[in-house]
C-alpha cells in the first residue's frame, strides 16, 4: 500500500502503468481552450502600452533536429536543408521586427531570452551569428538578466560553444537524459555518451556562469542500477543545476504510434510509481552533495546564484514575445501560440502576416489559478503574493484543494505559505488538477 492510499480513502487514484497522454501542466486554462477567434485578442494586446514593472521574455523556438527521439512531442524537423533554415532565421527576425515596432514593447529591453527547440545547438556559429545579431538590434538584451539556450551534446564542438558564449548566453542547458549509450539509441536521441563528456569538458572551459544537464527517469530499458549511474556521474561532473522530468508518453510521439499500431494501452516504459522513486533517490543524493532541490525537476548547487528566471518570471505574468513555429507566448494577459507547421509559419511571414494562430485572455480567476498551481510546482508559495496582486485570499479560494492535498499527506498550509513535501512535489503535476475550474479538469491537456 502507498503512503497516499494508507491516509486516506478519497486519496486520488494512484496512476501506476504509463499511458498515452499529457502529464506535465506547463500552462492554464489548458492549451484546448486557446481558440483561432481569439488571436484579435493578442493582436489588441500589442496596441496598448506596457504595464509598469512588468519583465519582457523572448523565446525563439529552433525545430531543427539531427533525429526526432522516440518520446519527443515538441515540434521538430529533421528534414531541413541549409536554405530551409536560412530561411527560417530571416522569418524570426521579420517577425520580432513585427514585434518591437508595436506600443507593447514601448522601447523595452528583453530582461530574459530563451533558445529552445528542437535543437538550438543544431544551428551553425554562422547561423547563429547572423540570427542573434538580428534580434539584439530589434529588442537588446544587453541588459537581460539571463540567457538560456538549449543543447543536445553531439551537436557541440569547442568553436560553437565558443560562438554560444559570445552571444552572451548565461545558461547552458545540455540535454544529456542518459549516459548509456544502449539507453540512448533505443529511445532515438543523436549523441552517444562519449560526446556528452566532450561538450561539457568544453562548456566548463568557457566558463559559462551555469551549466544545467538535463535527465529523464524512466526512459525505455531503463533499469534501476543505470538510474543510479546515471545521478552518479551526474553528481561526479558537478553541473550548476539538474533538471529532471519524469517520462510521459503524449500522443503525438513516436512511442505513442507503436503502441497504437501493436493495440496496447501501456507505454514501454517504468511505472509512475517507479519514476517517483527514482527522481526521489536523486534528489536524496543530489541533497547529499550539496544541492537544494528548488523545484518539482531541478536541483541547483548554489541557490544564491544559481537560479531559473526564464521559469520564475513566467510563471509570475510576465510577458513573453514568442518566435517561431509553434511558439507560445503570453502578452499583457492574452495567450498565443504560432501556426503549428513549418510552411504555414514562414508564409504568414513571406506574406507580412501575423503567424499567430490560436490564443486566450482568460478571466481574472483563470490567472489566479494559473500563477498559483505553476509557483506549487516550486514546492511553496505565499499566500500574500497573491493577496496583493489579486486581491483574494488562496487559503479562502482554495480552501477545498488545500484541505485535500492536506488529508492526503501531501501538504498544507503553514505561517502564510502552501507547501508541499517531497512526496507531494514528486507527483505535482496530477494535483494540480483539483485546482482547475471544473470545465477545464477532463479537458486534454495540449
Partial sequence: MTTSEALSPAAPPIERQTTAGNYFVSNYPPFSFWKPEFVPEARAALQRPPAAGTPLGVYLHIPFCRKRCHFCYFKVYTDKDSAAIGGYIDAALQELALYA???????????????????PSYLSADQLRRLTDGMKRLIPWDEAAEVTFECEPGTLTSHKLKAIRDLGVT????????????ILEINGRAHHSKEIARAYEYARELAFPQINIDLIAGMVEETEANWRECVRKVIAMSPDSVTIYQMEIPYNTTIYKEMKAAGKLVA??????????????????????????????????????????????????????????????HLQGTHYQNHHDFEPYVNAIKAGQWPMHRALTPTA?????????????????????????????????????????????????????????????LQVDRLLHEFFLPEHKNARYA
Avoid at 530582461?111 to 528542437?118: I, R
Fill in 101 to 119: 515596432s508595436q506600443p507593447m514593447i514601448g522601447g523595452r529591453k528583453a530582461n530574459f531570452v530563451y533558445f529552445g527547440g528542437g535543437t
Fill in 171 to 182: 545558461r547552458l542547458s545540455l540535454g544529456v537524459e542518459n549516459f548509456d549509450d544502449h
Fill in 268 to 329: 514501454p516504459v517504468a511505472d509512475w510509481e517507479t519514476k517517483r522513486a527514482w527522481v526521489a533517490e536523486a534528489f536524496a543524493e543530489l541533497e547529499s552533495a550539496g544541492y537544494t532541490v528548488g523545484s518539482a525537476y531541478t536541483a541547483v548547487k548554489n541557490k544564491e546564484k544559481t537560479r531559473f528566471l526564464y521559469r520564475d518570471r513566467l510563471w509570475a505574468g510576465a510577458d513573453l514575445v514568442s518566435l517561431g513555429v509553434a511558439s507560445f507566448g
Fill in 365 to 425: 480567476d483563470e490567472r489566479l489559478i494559473r500563477e498559483f498551481i505553476l509557483q506549487l510546482k516550486l514546492g511553496q508559495t505565499r499566500c500574500d503574493y497573491f493577496l496583493e496582486k489579486f486581491g483574494v485570499d488562496v487559503r479562502q479560494r482554495f480552501a477545498q484543494p488545500l484541505r485535500l492535498l492536506g488529508d492526503w499527506g501531501f501538504g498544507g498550509v503553514e505561517d502564510g505559505v502552501v507547501r508541499l513535501n517531497r512526496d507531494g512535489l
